[in-house]
């Protein structure tokens, strides 16, 4: 078995996001067919385009440490995005769907943020550069996304979310 050092770490951690953007691509073309706004819609069909980008970039962080792009089961994703799909089936036709989708990708954002938060990190210390900079790329994209989906939050699908159903 390989030592279990911060490099083996990290190879181990990218492998994760690596499987966890795949995944959320998927769940994200299913969140836009499921809502209900065309602006909750818009917004998760850009950041499907988004994420497939990323796992592209993926791919040249591999490349830039010299590993080929491997994925393994990421057990954290795949929770939440079955939590996702019980808000898809437990609100559909609701008021307050959209409010629970947004919900649902800000999951995904936050831990997406995390990972690429702590592997840009790693990367650095341990003198990827060219790594670090196309995760610090992609970390800026979550964060980005994640305020665009406050913003929705905010002014369209929570007070929308409030209203009785007719």
């Not at 706004?37 to 980008?53: G, P």
Request: glycine share 4%.
């Amino acid at each position: 078995m390989a030592q279990s050092t911060l490099d083996t770490l990290f190879h181990e951690t990218l492998k994760d996001i690596y499987y966890a953007e795949r995944k959320i691509a998927t769940a994200l073309r299913k969140m836009a067919r499921a809502a209900n706004s065309d602006d909750v819609k818009a917004a998760f069909e850009t950041h499907e385009q988004e994420t497939q980008a990323q796992y592209e970039r993926l791919s040249d962080v591999f490349d830039a440490i010299g590993k080929r792009p491997r994925g393994k089961t990421c057990d954290a994703i795949e929770g939440i995005i079955a939590e996702a799909s019980e808000i898809m089936d437990e609100f559909k036709d609701s008021p307050a769907l959209d409010a629970g989708l947004i919900a649902a990708a800000q999951a995904v954002e936050h831990y997406e943020i995390a990972r690429y938060g702590t592997l840009k990190t790693w990367a650095t210390q341990l003198g990827h550069t060219d790594a670090a900079d196309l995760l610090e790329k992609t970390l800026q994209e979550e964060t980005a996304t994640d305020d665009i989906l406050t913003r929705l939050a905010e002014t369209l699908a929570n007070p929308k979310a409030q209203k009785k159903s007719a």
